[in-house]
Nanobody, 114 residues
Framework: QVQLAESGGGLVQAGGSLTLSCAASRSIFRLNVMCWYRQAPGKQRELVACITPLGSTNYADSMRGRFTISRDADENTMSLQMNSLKPEDTAVYYC????????WGQGTQVTVSS
């Protein structure tokens, strides 16, 4: 079973930027739609952005224009560049396959202060 590890979170002021990284234990990006998700305290996990094996991307409405998803299939890594961060972006961010039901990593905490 592939293992996923997220990193790059931290504390940032509103308007700031962060880049999150996702590393997979084996090659999965070439065959799967991969996504970033996030879960804020007391809320359900939500989809942030996805990227297909061919590199097409899609974003949740509230992230479009501020976040950029990318991946390096050769390196088994995926990134999420987050700009113009808002306090409501505060959450634990995860990477996983599209519509994943299991195999969640530990996530990485992003905290945006106002």
């Amino acid at each position: 079973q592939v293992q996923l590890a997220e990193s790059g979170g931290g504390l940032v002021q509103a308007g700031g930027s962060l880049t999150l990284s996702c590393a997979a234990s084996r090659s999965i990006f070439r065959l799967n739609v991969m996504c970033w998700y996030r879960q804020a305290p007391g809320k359900q996990r939500e989809l942030v952005a996805c990227i297909t094996p061919l590199g097409s991307t899609n974003y949740a409405d509230s992230m479009r224009g501020r976040f950029t998803i990318s991946r390096d299939a050769d390196e088994n890594t995926m990134s999420l560049q987050m700009n113009s961060l808002k306090p409501e972006d505060t959450a634990v961010y995860y990477c996983n396959k599209y519509r994943a039901a299991a195999n969640w990593g530990q996530g990485t905490q992003v905290t945006v202060s106002s």
